[in-house]
């Protein structure tokens, strides 16, 4: 059975910075794309970043430059380096895993979902 396990969330302040992890357990996905994805209160599940099996990244133009994400095949693992956070980053953040990912940026191409990790930041 797969399953995804979101850690790192939290509060800080605007400025501050947070990692999120991602733990994939029920089979080894180092050949999967992986990603992020955030949904805040009242809004539509959106698009953060996502990386292929291979180490490609794509960015949302909303986080690029302050986000980075990155992956550990050997730990099933995908991060969120987070930084220079602003209260329109507030958000239940979670990740997800794609066999063949055509757009990254559509929810509907992952196979998998985390539950996700709440990430608040105060202004």
């Known amino acids: 059975q797969v399953q995804l396990g979101e850690s790192g969330g939290g509060l800080v302040q605007a400025g501050g910075s947070l990692r999120l992890s991602c733990a994939a357990s029920?089979?080894?996905?180092?050949?999967?794309?992986m990603g992020w994805f955030r949904q805040a209160p009242g809004k539509e599940r959106e698009f953060v970043a996502a990386i292929t099996w291979s180490g490609g990244r794509t960015y949302s133009d909303r986080v690029k430059g302050r986000f980075t994400i990155s992956r550990d095949n050997a730990k099933n693992t995908v991060y969120l380096q987070m930084n220079s956070l602003k209260p329109e980053d507030t958000a239940v953040y979670y990740c997800?895993?794609?066999?063949?990912?055509?757009?990254?940026?559509?929810?509907?191409?992952?196979?998998?979902w985390g539950q996700g990790t709440q990430v608040t930041v105060s202004s």
């Open positions: 029920g089979r080894t996905f180092s050949n999967y794309a």
């Open positions: 997800a895993v794609a066999a063949a990912l055509i757009d990254p940026t559509r929810l509907n191409g992952y196979n998998y």
